[in-house]
């Protein structure tokens, strides 16, 4: 078990933290609880020290499901959790329609109106089942509401023992240094991996300026890095990768070419695609950890040994090249 401090915090996760999105069986075609317990006991099992959810995956459901298979562990997990966005409140706005756990058609808004945001807390911490959230991170920035005012809630909230340490995902520099000059801010969680390296231009250099922790999530592209997933697969509608450029046949057919690139790498090193490709975001100067989802518990398990890829120079240089040809 590999961990490392979180910016300037107390927090010290594993380098793999388990992503808890597709527990909520939103946005991912659906999933059963027995299948999430199931990978959630397989991460703790394989060492996995840290869980990152948010009450809108799912709607409550990954929160709960979470709580659920933490129960007897107190103490022995950092929980990371977030606030911002709302499918049970519409006075914000409007961020996209998606399918609900049952099918529905659910609007999902913004909001970081500070009663919004302690309500939410509240609401996390029942359904956790725990008394104190370690990460409490604003989601995605709210086009209405000022994040002064939110973070000044969020200020509150740490004052008041409800949670220990604030972050923030989804932002801009400009909004990074906005939750610093509040003394907010111990981590940013941006989209990062070989496919999507946009954050190398600002926000990587500047939280490691700042000592601000970065947990990229999607290290593994949302499976894409995996080079399981044919170019052939098609996705149910209620999967929000259906819609995603990266998930074209076309171009998953150029993924797939590149990732064979990267076999012999792998079979060297005895490790898996998925593993190669969160072992390289782990070797980059400024990350802290990487959030990787997993669906059951073989998958937590196999994601739990690319905090074992080792990764020089070379090699390094040798798999950014592969992905920049592709483009």
């Known amino acids: 078990m590999t961990t490392m401090r979180l910016g300037k915090s107390d927090l010290e996760p594993t380098r793999v933290i388990l992503g808890a999105w597709a527990f909520g069986g939103w946005m991912w075609g659906g999933q059963a609880e027995e299948d999430s317990l199931e990978a959630i006991h397989a991460s703790l099992d394989a060492g996995i020290r840290a869980i990152d959810t948010a009450p809108v995956y799912g709607f409550g459901r990954s929160e709960e499901t979470v709580g659920k298979a933490l129960r007897g562990h107190s103490g022995e997990v950092l929980v990371f959790t977030k606030c911002g966005l709302r499918w049970d409140r519409d006075d914000g706005e409007l961020r996209f329609v998606s399918h609900g756990p049952d099918g529905s058609q659910q ?165 898996s695609l998925g593993n190669l490709a969160v072992g390289w975001a782990l070797a980059q100067p400024g990350i802290t950890a990487a959030l990787v989802g997993a669906r059951n518990a073989a998958q937590a398990r196999e994601n739990a040994r690319a905090m074992e890829v080792e990764l020089d120079e070379g090699e390094m240089g040798s798999i950014r090249r592969v992905f920049d040809a592709l483009g």
């Open 107 to 271: 609007p999902i808004y913004y909001n970081l109106k500070p009663d919004s945001i302690r309500e939410e807390c509240e609401a996390s911490l029942s359904r956790l089942g725990i008394d104190c959230i370690d990460l409490y991170q604003v989601h995605w920035p709210d086009p209405l509401h000022p994040l002064d005012d939110a973070f000044g809630e969020m200020l509150k909230l740490r004052d008041e023992g409800k949670v220990r340490h604030l972050g923030a995902c989804n932002l801009s520099v400009e909004q990074l240094e906005t939750a610093r000059d509040a003394g907010f801010i111990v981590s940013c969680q941006p989209q990062y991996n070989l496919l999507d390296r946009s954050i190398e231009a600002a926000i990587l250099p500047w939280c490691r300026e700042n000592g601000v922790g970065v947990i990229p999530y999607s290290p593994m592209g949302r499976g894409l890095l995996t080079g399981k997933i044919s170019a052939t697969h098609e996705y149910p509608p209620s999967d929000h990768r259906s819609k995603l450029p990266d998930f074209q046949p076309e171009r998953r057919a150029a993924i797939l070419d590149a990732l064979a690139e990267l076999e012999p790498l792998c079979r060297d090193k005895g490790v």
